[in-house]
Each structure stands twice: as structure tokens, then as C-alpha cells.
Nanobody
Framework: QVQLVESGGGLVQTGDSLRLSCAAS????????MGWFRQAPGKEREFVAA????????YYAVSVKGRFTISRDNAKNTVYLQMNSLKPEDTAVYYC???????????????????WGQGTQVTVSS
């Protein structure tokens, strides 16, 4: 069974940066496409970023493009989300997710992923 554990969340001010990490265990991490999603109170879970198993392709939500960067280190079984120029509207619980082969292709939808972490809270104060 694949387990995903997020870390790195916290309380920051507008304009600050954070780096989230998601450590995977129990499977072959290098085979997984990985994604980050977030969910604010009273809102649906929304796509943030995704990266293919090789790391050669990345995808971003319009709201974070140019500010956030997704990356992975297959040797460390870890995917990262570097978040710069944070805004109050980035406040949410951030989740990482894994899609194992055969890949769904729906990298921007929660249903496209097979495994989820428990989430880490990011709060950006104005």
C-alpha cells in the first residue's frame, strides 16, 4: 500500500515562500505521476500542479503559474511544491496525490489519482 506524507506547511505572510514536501513509501515512486491539490474551507478540492513520472512534464493551475514550481527527486521518493509570492487566497490544506500506471491522464482532477496524503495546512496572512 502506497503512503504519502506531506510536510512543510505553516503560517506565513503575504509575499513569503514555502516549500512543501511529500514523501512516498510502499511502492515504486518513480512510476507514479504526482500531483498537488488544495482545499480551502467550504470549497472543493482544486488542482494546483502535476508532474509526470519522469519529471519531464509539469502542469500548473492558472492561479499559481509563475509562482509555484513542482519538482521531484525519484532517488528520495519525494515530490516538492515550491511556493513563492504567496497570497492570502493560497490559504488551504495542501494534498499530494499519486497516479500509478496505467495513468489516468486526468492530472487536473482528483479522480485521476489513486493515492492521497493526509494534507498539510498553509495559511497566508495579509
Amino acid at each position: 500500500q502506497v503512503q504519502l506524507v506531506e510536510s512543510g506547511g505553516g503560517l506565513v505572510q503575504t509575499g513569503d515562500s514555502l516549500r512543501l514536501s511529500c514523501a512516498a513509501s510502499g511502492g515504486t515512486f518513480s512510476n507514479y505521476a504526482m500531483g498537488w491539490f488544495r482545499q480551502a474551507p467550504g470549497k472543493e478540492r482544486e488542482f494546483v500542479a502535476a508532474i509526470t513520472w519522469s519529471g519531464l512534464s509539469t502542469y500548473y493551475a492558472v492561479s499559481v503559474k509563475g509562482r509555484f514550481t513542482i519538482s521531484r527527486d525519484n532517488a528520495k521518493n519525494t515530490v516538492y511544491l515550491q511556493m513563492n509570492s504567496l497570497k492570502p487566497e493560497d490559504t488551504a490544506v495542501y494534498y499530494c496525490a499519486a497516479d500509478d500506471p496505467p495513468y489516468s491522464g486526468y492530472y487536473f482532477l482528483p479522480l485521476g489519482y489513486d493515492y492521497w496524503g493526509q494534507g498539510t495546512q498553509v495559511t497566508v496572512s495579509s
